[in-house]
């Protein structure tokens, strides 16, 4: 792994659940050994308030993020580009690294059907964090 920090772009449609609670946990797990970007192709106006609750109640606050158009200059600039299951049209560099992780969208469900979307996302972030920072194991 290069001595510079590594850049990790997570993509769903509408940025408002999944990109955002991924997000959310791998800018607060990496403690800043990470940049963390998240888009999506079709953002929505705020996000998912179940989202933030279920993270809220891991002790993450995502509640100053925001939903963004996914940018092919956030691509270029992220070495590993995970998609949230949703098919996207992302665009294709050489010498990225891509993953689609398949997670159910928590879109219109009630908290209990969010929880286990978040930990899902939080086992998966824990893993990737192992990867990308082989040096250091991600607190939790």
């Known amino acids: 792994m290069p001595?510079?920090?590594?850049t990790v772009l997570f993509v769903c449609v509408h940025n408002a659940g999944r990109s955002q609670m991924a997000a959310g946990y791998l800018a607060?797990?990496?403690q800043g050994q990470i940049e963390v970007l998240s888009?999506?192709?079709e953002p929505a106006e705020h996000i998912n308030p179940?989202?933030?609750d279920a993270m809220a109640e891991d002790g993450i606050d995502i509640?100053?993020?925001?939903?963004?158009?996914?940018?092919?200059d956030a691509v270029k600039e992220s070495d590993v580009v995970i998609t949230m299951g949703c098919g996207d049209a992302c665009p294709i560099f050489p010498g990225k690294r891509y993953e689609d992780w398949q997670l159910d969208d928590p879109a219109g469900?009630?908290?209990?059907?969010?929880?286990?979307?978040?930990?899902?996302?939080?086992?998966?972030i824990q893993q990737l964090i192992s990867e990308l920072l082989p040096a250091s194991t991600p607190a939790n």
């Open 63 to 72: 509640t100053a993020a925001a939903p963004k158009i996914l940018t092919t």
């Open 39 to 41: 888009a999506g192709s």
């Open 28 to 30: 607060a797990l990496s």
């Open 50 to 52: 179940v989202a933030v």
């Open 3 to 6: 001595e510079s920090t590594p």
């Open 109 to 124: 469900q009630g908290i209990d059907a969010v929880r286990p979307i978040r930990d899902d996302i939080k086992s998966r």
